[in-house]
């Protein structure tokens, strides 16, 4: 038998795995402790869940069937005011984010990614052949710099995961207005900010939205997310989808539900903002309009939050964040039983 084996691709050798907030089964056995004791404030999960009428809908799910997106297809419609083909869905943003790259990046080519920020912008620029041009992000962690002229894309998140700003509009159209790049504009948080960008994709050919319903619509674990995006974006997008856009027909039965009761997703991100707005002002973190909070700490990063994960709470220690350094650490917003227990154990450390 031949000892010859196929090799990996070279370009891979200068990745780092995407690092995943930590969860319950990995800190009940690290620490001894019981899963229904732990505190997870470290993912950006939604406390609240999704709308009783997603459980309703994933009873009446048939899995024997292909994924018939038509109602899911039309809530999105409805609830961006977007026209359908202007919309595409995935298997989560990340795999819209994919197929985009696939779509546009070959060998050679450059994108563009201001720092800190989602470390995924870099794994697919990478797979694509393409080379990331890192930007640091300036005072107010604002974007200091143009995209390169020889950038094929760029991508910028806003809110921005882990910092927590927002992009002003002015900010974005300068960046729309100096290159001819792909511009993905990530909006998994904008629910819980004051506006979103959105409605500049109707003016500018080269501006990609992205969204999800993991966050203020409670679904990370069914992976569902979609994208805004001029027609002739969309129409090549379709193309090169797999079928059924990789999404499944539990994913589309509890999109189409919880778009469907806008009512309790609004609930969710008015208290999820109420408590944001409580941790911030006692634990004197950067002001955010996400649901996380990005805290500078005084001492190593991991230190600090490993004294948190021996009491049961769980928050994401940002090293592992190209560019956040080594002493910032992301905390999201949880319930307020959940955030006392933070604050408890934040007044014990800090003491």
């Given at each position: 038998?031949?000892?010859?084996?196929?090799?990996?691709?070279?370009?891979?050798?200068?990745?780092?795995?995407?690092?995943?907030?930590?969860?319950?089964?990995?800190?009940?056995?690290?620490?001894?402790?019981?899963?229904?004791?732990?505190?997870?404030?470290?993912?950006?999960?939604?406390?609240?869940?999704?709308?009783?009428?997603?459980?309703?809908?994933?009873?009446?799910?048939s899995p024997e069937r292909y994924p018939?997106?038509?109602?899911?297809?039309?809530?999105?419609?409805?609830?961006?005011?977007?026209?359908?083909?202007?919309?595409?869905?995935?298997?989560?943003?990340?795999?819209?984010?994919?197929?985009?790259?696939?779509?546009?990046?070959?060998?050679?080519?450059?994108?563009?990614?201001?720092?800190?920020?989602?470390?995924?912008?870099?794994?697919?620029?990478?797979?694509?052949?393409?080379?990331?041009?890192?930007?640091?992000?300036g005072p107010d962690f604002r974007i200091q710099e143009t995209v390169p002229k020889e950038a094929k894309m760029a991508f910028i998140c806003s809110p921005n995961n882990p910092t927590g700003n927002a992009l002003k509009e002015e900010e974005l159209c300068r960046l729309l207005e100096t290159t001819e790049a792909i511009v993905f504009l990530d909006e998994a948080y904008v629910e819980f900010a004051e506006r979103s960008l959105?409605?500049?994709?109707?003016?500018?050919?080269?501006?990609?939205?992205?969204?999800?319903?993991?966050?203020?619509?409670?679904?990370?674990?069914?992976?569902?997310?979609?994208?805004?995006?001029?027609?002739?974006?969309?129409?090549?997008?379709?193309?090169?989808a797999p079928p059924f856009f990789g999404i499944s027909s539990a994913s589309v039965a509890a999109g189409a539900a919880a778009l469907a009761d806008l009512d309790f997703m609004n609930e969710s991100v008015r208290k999820i903002r109420m408590e944001r707005s409580r941790l911030q002002k006692e634990i004197r973190s950067y002001p955010s309009q996400a649901n996380f909070l990005y805290l500078k700490t005084e001492e190593a990063s991991d230190s600090f939050a490993e004294k948190f994960l021996?009491?049961?709470?769980?928050?994401?220690?940002?090293?592992?964040?190209?560019?956040a350094g080594e002493n910032h650490v992301r905390v999201t917003v949880g319930t307020p039983e959940e955030n006392d227990r933070f604050l408890a154990a934040f007044r014990e450390i800090r003491r």
């Open positions: 038998m031949s000892s010859s084996r196929q090799s990996a691709r070279e370009s891979l050798k200068r990745l780092r795995p995407y690092v995943a907030g930590k969860g319950f089964t990995e800190i009940s056995r690290r620490y001894g402790l019981d899963p229904a004791d732990i505190v997870k404030l470290g993912s950006n999960e939604n406390p609240y869940g999704p709308s009783p009428k997603v459980f309703e809908a994933l009873q009446n799910v018939e997106p038509e109602e899911l297809m039309e809530g999105l419609a409805r609830y961006t005011g977007s026209p359908e083909e202007m919309l595409v869905i995935g298997a989560g943003m990340d795999w819209v984010m994919d197929t985009l790259t696939r779509l546009f990046l070959e060998k050679g080519d450059r994108t563009f990614i201001p720092t800190p920020t989602f470390s995924y912008y870099e794994i697919l620029t990478v797979l694509a052949g393409a080379e990331p041009v890192f930007s640091p992000l959105a409605e500049l994709v109707s003016r500018y050919e080269n501006l990609v939205v992205g969204r999800t319903l993991s966050k203020a619509f409670g679904l990370a674990g069914m992976r569902l997310g979609y994208a805004l995006m001029p027609e002739w974006i969309a129409q090549e997008f379709c193309r090169a021996q009491k049961g709470i769980i928050i994401r220690d940002c090293r592992s964040f190209r560019g």
